[in-house]
């Protein structure tokens, strides 16, 4: 399985993006998904999961604010961020089943 992560980009303080997945195989079968972000000089963090039956979990700093989906028809993990702060300034990296891992897509909010 190979993975794609996209969608981010330099936005300002309060506004949103919608971060993407595309795995190249089939996602139905993976029991879990996750999104993870990486600051600058700090470890990387879980930021949302979601399993296959559709159940989500989020950090709570994301809690309210973030919104993890699945679309198993077309292999893609969504990450809607919505009012965004600077301290969501990171590499957002998507992982399957804790083993496969996208490349990552920098996020940047602006204060």
């Known amino acids: 399985v190979q993975l794609v992560d996209a969608g981010g980009g330099l936005v300002q303080a309060g506004g949103s993006l919608r971060l993407s997945c595309a795995a190249s195989?089939?996602?139905?079968?993976?029991?879990?998904m996750d999104w993870y972000r990486q600051a600058s000089g700090k470890q990387r963090e879980l930021v949302a999961a979601?399993?296959?039956?559709?159940?989500?979990n989020y950090a709570s700093s994301v809690k309210g604010r973030f919104t993890i989906s699945r679309d198993n028809a077309k292999n893609t993990v969504y990450l809607q961020m919505n009012s965004l702060k600077p301290e969501d300034t990171a590499v957002y990296y998507c992982?399957?089943?804790?083993?496969?891992w996208g490349r990552g897509t920098q996020v940047t909010v602006s204060s």
């Open positions: 979601i399993i296959s039956g559709g159940t989500t």
């Open positions: 195989g089939t996602i139905s079968s993976l029991n879990y």
């Open positions: 992982n399957a089943v804790s083993i496969y």
